[in-house]
């Protein structure tokens, strides 16, 4: 049940990911550092990962060297070479676009990077300085070479999503080898099964918490800002990939149609050019501290994007009460809105703009979805709920290494082998 107290002694954990640091800005990466802060409370937690800050070239930008984040300790090591875009463009077109052999799919995950070796020669030499490594993100190098020479001693949280990458033949023994997965929802544990061919994986449906500040002050956020309206809100990479190429011409296509005072809220980097309109407002990267501000403000979160493990910011929204309209062709949200009744989703621009009107005009059903959208949060993604279920499944694999260690120790001498000892 969750809250219940850790019984076993702290165990050696190292965290093993593609990016790490307060100055990186990425949800798996997030992921990665939220667990392992929180972690660290109950066990010894180091980090393994890159020099690198940037995830599309793989540049070293940080010391390769002992390094302490937050009060943990973090291992970085050099990438031995940057992403060459164009020939990771043409390999990726081999692969996903042409017949292709085993070994072309292998030439691409090297290119994908970050291409450390010396990280992975790292994890084989020192297997035996940690008791379990918990690898972040299954489509990287780091974790492919990781997971298949620790097996016996590898967790995997793949923040998975339904793209093409997940349907390369070399994963599907891949998701076979983890001691245990840790998936994000459902919906990835279930697309996981499919790839893989097998419902037998261990494991269990975790997640992640979130760091919620106890009084967010929406005002901070609206007076820097000069924001006066009523106003949703998108937060995240501003990226085509993310769906917002869409949903900026689906929002101008309602305030043209509808004529809504409603406005349009961006937070977050950005990978693309914005809409040029009067309702669209892009506030930039935020601090921790005035992201929360702003969302706070938001009558309601918008999550275009249709490629998703199980979206951080969501459950951010719902812990503060608000609503979210999701994007239905992304299996995982589509279902989180489902589970927790919090949320509305769609499919198309009509959907679309009959669930914005719905959201702007109904104050007692956003108040309704965000009520129970908190709800949710707080039985299955407050932190004590996370911690729990990763100390669970850590306690089953240490128990099951200590009932095989057992088995396979000498029996001591019994009484008529101390005696031919004595006699001989």
């Not at 550092?33 to 109950?42: P, S, Y």
């Not at 599907?172 to 994986?201: D, G, H, T």
């Not at 009523?230 to 509808?258: P, S, W």
């Not at 949060?377 to 306690?395: C, F």
Request: aromatic share 12%; glycine share 6%.
């Amino acid at each position: 049940m969750a809250g219940e107290k850790k019984t076993f002694p702290p165990l050696r954990l190292a965290f093993v990911v593609q990016r790490y640091g307060e100055e990186v800005n990425g949800g798996a990466e997030y992921h990665c550092r939220l667990v392992a802060e929180h972690l660290a409370k109950h066990h010894r937690v180091e980090v393994l990962t890159s020099c690198a800050k940037d995830y599309i070239t793989w540049h070293n930008e940080l010391p390769a060297d002992l390094s302490v984040v937050n009060g943990i300790p973090v291992r970085r090591f050099r990438v031995k070479r940057p992403r060459d875009t164009e020939r990771f463009g043409r390999i990726s077109q081999e692969v996903f676009r042409a017949p292709h052999r085993e070994q072309d799919e292998l030439r691409w995950l090297e290119e994908q990077g970050p291409y450390s070796p010396r990280l992975v020669r790292y994890l084989r030499k020192n297997r035996d300085r940690y008791d379990y490594f918990i690898f972040f993100s299954y489509r990287y190098y780091h974790s492919y070479h990781g997971v298949g020479a620790l097996a016996d001693r590898a967790l995997l949280v793949p923040t998975a999503e339904k793209d093409e990458v997940v349907h390369l033949k070399i994963f599907k023994p891949f998701f076979l080898l983890p001691r245990a997965i840790v998936f994000n929802s459902i919906e990835e544990r279930q697309m996981i099964w499919s790839v893989a061919e097998s419902q037998e994986l261990k494991g269990e449906v975790v997640g992640v918490g979130a760091e919620v500040p106890s009084r967010p002050s929406p005002e901070v956020f609206l007076r820097r800002h000069a924001i006066q309206d009523r106003y949703a809100i998108f937060i995240g990479r501003v990226d085509e990939n993310k769906g917002c190429r869409q949903l900026f011409h689906f929002f101008r296509r309602y305030k043209e149609e509808t004529g809504s005072a409603l406005r349009l809220v961006l937070v977050g980097g950005k990978t693309m050019e914005i809409l040029d309109h009067p309702a669209i407002y892009y506030a930039g990267f935020l601090s921790e501290e005035e992201k929360w501000s702003a969302l706070a403000g938001a009558e309601f979160l918008i999550m275009p994007s249709e490629l998703e493990s199980l979206s951080m910011v969501t459950l951010e929204a719902w812990s503060l009460a608000k609503p979210v309209l999701a994007n239905g062709l992304c299996d995982v949200l589509r279902g989180q809105c489902r589970r927790s009744n919090a949320g509305l989703y769609y499919t198309s621009y009509y959907e679309f703009r009959e669930a914005v009107a719905l959201l702007e005009e109904d104050r007692s059903l956003c108040e309704g979805l965000g009520r129970n959208g908190q709800r949710f949060y707080h039985d299955h993604y407050r932190w004590e709920v996370i911690e729990e279920k990763y100390n669970r499944l850590l306690e089953m694999l240490m128990n099951e290494d200590r009932a095989a260690s057992a088995v396979r120790a000498p029996a001591p001498p019994g009484f008529f082998d101390r005696w031919r000892q004595r006699t001989s």
